[in-house]
């Protein structure tokens, strides 16, 4: 079998080519390198360049004949979406629409595609399930959308079977500590707590005014290795049953930014100042999910997404590359 993990030289898409590999699977990985950590696994076959341009998605799908196409490759911080609302509707459609017509053109009908929770908005129900209203707060959620939608027509004119996997929060990293979270610019909790940490500055907390319990965000994290574990499954899942799908990958279980915080100050041993700034643009109230389906369909059971191992797997990567 041969897959191409395109994104793969970034932070879950790094994991999900580890985890392939592991299993004996060939991998070829389509990346641009604009943004990400850049490592490539070894066993990976790696060819560089942009999936916005066709000439470049032709060569990728003449050059390898596929099994199957697990979709990273995208712009992924909220906040800059609200800034910058062209390069996220151009860049991450355009390729994703590049992707599923080569599919189609080369018989590769195995599309897993990397959606977010984002697609939800502020829910109206908590734990979300899938069939929740979609009404995204921001360009990056509505562009994951759009693409989902766009995945759902090949569906049902070019009967192309694909699974959306609507990530929550990804987090964590090796548990020996040898690969990590970085993107450029980082957006996320966690690595923004433990970078303010090891550079002895006050940790900037976005907003404390939310409607929740202690009035800070609350998010539902996934530990990236369970993440990569999902994408095994729904693989499978479409080899046996072709057809189109979407599942939410969480825990079912919310955490608090002040309870991450806590638990950081925990795994580190000491306390950090914390200062409060102004809420970040599109940024939800509480994202948690409705795991059922996920459970049921694909019988996904996460192993190290309890908060300790979380934060204790990505301090260990933080601590060893200050």
Not at 33 to 44: M, S
Not at 67 to 80: K, N, R
Not at 262 to 274: A, L, N, T, Y
Request: include cysteine; aromatic fraction near 10%; charged fraction near 25%.
């Amino acid at each position: 079998m041969k897959i191409l993990v395109t994104g793969g030289a970034g932070y879950i898409g790094s994991f999900m080519t580890k985890r392939l590999l592991e299993d004996n699977i060939e991998v070829v990985v389509a990346d641009s390198l604009e943004r990400g950590h850049k490592k490539i696994d070894d066993g990976a076959i790696f060819m560089q360049g942009d999936l916005r341009d066709i000439e470049f998605v032709k060569n990728v799908f003449t050059s390898h004949q596929f099994d199957g196409i697990i979709h990273f490759a995208a712009f992924i911080a909220m906040g800059e979406s609200m800034q910058n609302p062209y390069i996220y509707f151009q860049n991450n459609i355009q390729a994703s629409l590049n992707l599923a017509e080569a599919a189609i053109k080369h018989n590769v009908n195995k599309f897993i595609f990397s959606s977010t929770a984002g697609v939800y908005g502020n829910p109206t129900q908590v734990p979300i399930p899938e069939d929740h209203t979609k009404n995204p707060e921001n360009p990056y959620g509505e562009s994951k959308l759009m693409v989902e939608r766009i995945l759902w027509w090949y569906n049902k004119t070019k009967n192309l079977s694909f699974a959306c996997l609507r990530y929550f929060n990804a987090a964590g990293a090796s548990l020996d500590g040898s690969v990590g979270e970085e993107h450029d610019p980082e957006t996320h909790l966690i690595p923004n707590i433990m970078k303010a940490v090891l550079e002895n500055r006050p940790f900037t907390l976005f907003g404390n005014d939310y409607d929740t319990p202690d009035g800070t965000c609350i998010r539902d994290y996934i530990h990236v290795l369970d993440l990569a574990e999902a994408h095994i499954l729904a693989l499978k899942k479409l080899d046996s049953e072709p057809g189109a799908y979407s599942f939410n990958v969480g825990t079912g279980k919310g955490h608090s930014n002040k309870e991450v915080i806590e638990e950081v100050k925990k795994v580190i041993g000491h306390d950090f100042s914390v200062e409060v700034g102004q809420r970040r643009p599109g940024d939800a109230n509480e994202l948690v999910a409705d795991v059922a389906k996920i459970q049921q369909d694909l019988g996904f059971a996460p192993k190290y997404s309890d908060m300790h191992t979380i934060v204790e797997s990505a301090w260990k990567w933080h601590n060893s590359h200050k």
